[in-house]
């Protein structure tokens, strides 16, 4: 797609040219007949037809030219291997996970349907590679929004449900995915908040000081042999590494009563 849309800028930057020769001719032509000069006129009416002409066949090339199937290269997954080469190339770190790119702190879904991508939840029709990497880049500058304390608190509150469900004393390390099943009951949110979207956050409130609930108690991630079981969940670091996450539990501070 790169390479194609670089042709057809090119192509239509010509184009251009040959429109402002179209243009500066008929007004020599509107010159002439204001004046009277009716030999230029004629002749700049002749030179602005053959640059009309001219400017046509470019616009028709142009149009043969690009022959990229938008959707079709969506859906084939070449754009996600020229997109994965483009970062790469810009030395943008991004992977492909369960049908999304992570590239921190963003996420980027396909729409093959609409042929335009979406990142971080907001559509975007500007999906030139180099385009994409080009906002990834500025947004990992930028940094996450991300409020640390209220999603905390909904990842405890959704912990003792949990816990409660599965008859376990508190303090107990949970599943992750069974925390994210919680999370998203209500039909219709798996689809509006996705595993990437949840692993991403819980990448960005592991980055942050955020580790106790207003109540006091202390979240735990899991062992680290949790993450070499079923179930783990993936995220791309700031340092462009894999981040995985597998259960948490939250346990009362010591010298706590509960």
Partial sequence: MEQALAQAQADAEDAIKAAGAVVRELKKARA?????????????LAQAAAAAAQLTTQI??????????????????????????TAAEAGLSMFEEDGRLLSYPSLVRLLPGDAAIEID????????????????AK???AG??????????SLAAAYDLVVA??????????????VYAVLTLLPGQSRDYSKQ????????????TETAT?????????????????????????????QRYWGIAFAEAEGVDG
């Fill in 197 to 208: 979207e949840f692993a991403r956050d819980l990448y960005l409130l592991d980055l942050s």
């Fill in 121 to 136: 939840r907001r559509r975007e029709r500007r999906i030139r590679p180099s385009v994409v990497v080009e906002q990834l």
């Fill in 139 to 141: 947004a990992q500058q």
């Fill in 32 to 44: 002439g007949a204001v004046s009277g000069q009716v030999r230029d006129m004629t002749r700049s």
């Fill in 214 to 242: 207003k109540g006091g108690r202390q979240l735990r991630w899991a062992a680290s042999t949790g993450t070499k079981q079923a179930g783990v969940l993936i995220t791309v670091a700031r340092s462009g590494q894999r």
């Fill in 165 to 178: 469900a599965q008859g376990k004393a508190g303090g107990t390390v949970v599943k992750l995915l069974d």
């Fill in 144 to 153: 996450p929004r991300f409020k640390a304390e209220p999603f905390l608190a």
């Fill in 60 to 85: 028709a090339e142009t149009s043969t030219a690009y022959g990229v199937d938008v959707t079709e290269l969506l859906e084939s997954g070449a754009y996600t291997k020229e997109l994965l080469a």
